[in-house]
């Protein structure tokens, strides 16, 4: 009946996303290479670009983790 369809529908959803978030990084990763080219530098490859992301992300945590350490000092300090 309906709700089969309906979890058909959620199911393809997700599919399509991920497929299009592997061929957003493809594109980018194309084009960060034409770019590379021209510039006369080495091409990226998929586990460059997936290691380039990886330390953003540390990166990107570990200044959340600071955030958040001052949060509680304030905290603490100003009684909130």
Do not use: C, P
Not at 54 to 66: M, V, Y
């Amino acid at each position: 009946g309906k709700r089969h369809f309906w979890r058909y529908i959620d199911a393809r959803s997700h599919e399509v996303e991920a497929q299009l978030e592997i061929d957003d990084v493809q594109q980018m990763i194309e084009a960060q290479n034409e770019y590379r080219r021209r510039r006369g530098e080495a091409e990226l490859t998929e586990e460059d670009a997936q290691q380039m992301a990886r330390e953003d992300e540390a990166i990107r945590e570990r200044a959340r983790r600071a955030h958040d350490r001052r949060l509680d000092e304030l905290e603490d300090e100003f009684g909130a």
